[in-house]
């Protein structure tokens, strides 16, 4: 039979719609540190939800999944239908998945047991970060920890299994509900960043080899919290502010944490007198952005220690952070520490 090779060009008829996600977790599964395309089901698992979500979100003020659930989640945090939503939309897709043995969640009190005997791998995921803005067409994001077991399959999940340190995480990511969607992973060889094409219901290579600059100039702080925070934290800022930087702070942590990666700056959320370990929550908001922060060249710390490095005493335990180009996150330890 007679052949022709495929001639891929067609001028400007048809062009290329670059890399899909799915494409790419392939061509990068021989890097991961367990290549048997485990983690590759729960990042594929992870993105279906993500597109669900993205979906209701751009519905929200049409359909009824705005404003409060009804309840408070373990934090005391009023529930929004939203944070529901997506808690269901992503724990549902884990499960399906079949790959995630167990789910900690910052709207579930206790860790979800998946009842998966082979399961091999421990989702922390904040379904729905951001939740203030959800009702004002603002940016909001989901952020996700990935690790491996400690015990092996089959036997009853254990506190190690689930309290681990950031540094054991073998992926982590966030997806950026914004005027795009935009999914950014990392297996630990650098992160990537995708962008959704909703026409095609697929998220495409867009930001390859992300890297954060050394230097920033924008500083990120709730301003209202300065009355009650270490003044050498105040000190830090007024030398930023010397220094020529600007304030950006939009209170979704995934949308502020992604324009400083892309622009460099740093991103505060200190411990307060009210609050002496801060807001954010270690297993499933810092670790998962100090893990892209480090992959991307940045940095990220507690204001003492690296915040991959402290071990966690529970699963909703909160710490300060400090988090964004490295050479600021240095100034600010060394301003905090004298
Ligand atoms: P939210 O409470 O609206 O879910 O940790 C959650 C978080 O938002 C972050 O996304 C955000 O950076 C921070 O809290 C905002 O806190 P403040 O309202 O205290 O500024």
């Keep these: 039979m007679k052949t022709q090779p495929y ?28 290549a048997t395309g485990e983690l590759s089901q729960i990042l594929r698992d992870i993105a279906l939800a993500s597109k669900i979500v993205s979906r209701e979100i751009s519905r929200a ?61 421990v989702v922390a995921i904040d379904p729905l970060d951001g939740s203030s803005n959800i009702d004002v067409n603002v940016s909001i994001g989901t952020i996700f920890s990935i690790y491996r077991r400690k ?15 950031g540094s054991e995480q073998v992926a982590a990511g966030y997806v950026l509900y914004g005027s795009s969607t935009m999914l950014v992973y990392s297996t630990g060889n650098g992160a990537n960043g995708f962008t959704y094409e909703r026409s095609l219901g697929e998220f495409f290579l867009s930001h390859p080899d992300l890297s954060m600059p050394e230097e920033g100039s924008i500083y990120t702080i709730n301003e209202g919290l300065t009355p009650h925070i270490n003044p050498n934290i105040l000190s830090y800022l007024e030398a930023c502010k010397r220094a020529g930087a600007s304030a950006r702070y939009i ?13 460099g700056g740093i991103y505060l959320y200190p411990a307060t007198s009210q609050a002496p370990n801060g807001k ?45 180009s490295k050479n600021m996150v240095k100034g600010l330890e060394k301003s905090l520490n004298g």
């Design 7 to 34: 001639k891929q060009d067609t001028g400007n008829l048809a062009y290329k719609v670059g890399v899909t996600l799915d494409r790419f977790i392939k061509s990068k599964q021989a890097d991961f540190p367990f």
């Design 61 to 121: 003020g049409l359909s009824d999944v705005t404003g409060a659930f009804g309840q408070t989640n373990v934090q005391g945090e009023e529930q929004q239908k939203l944070d529901v939503v997506a808690n269901v939309r992503f724990t549902r897709a884990l499960t399906k998945g079949g790959e995630v043995c167990a789910v900690v969640s910052e709207e579930e009190d206790l860790v979800i047991d998946l009842q998966n005997s082979k399961g091999k791998y």
């Design 151 to 165: 015990t092996a399959t089959g036997s009853p999940i254990k506190e190690e299994d689930v309290l681990q340190k």
């Design 251 to 263: 209170g979704s942590l995934v949308a502020d944490f992604h324009r400083n990666l892309l622009k």
């Design 280 to 324: 954010i929550r270690l297993m499933y908001e810092a670790n998962a952005l100090a893990f892209i922060a480090e992959q991307v060249g940045g940095a990220a710390s507690d204001g003492r220690q690296r915040i991959l490095d402290i071990v966690p005493g529970s699963l909703h335990q909160r710490t300060p952070v400090y988090i964004g």
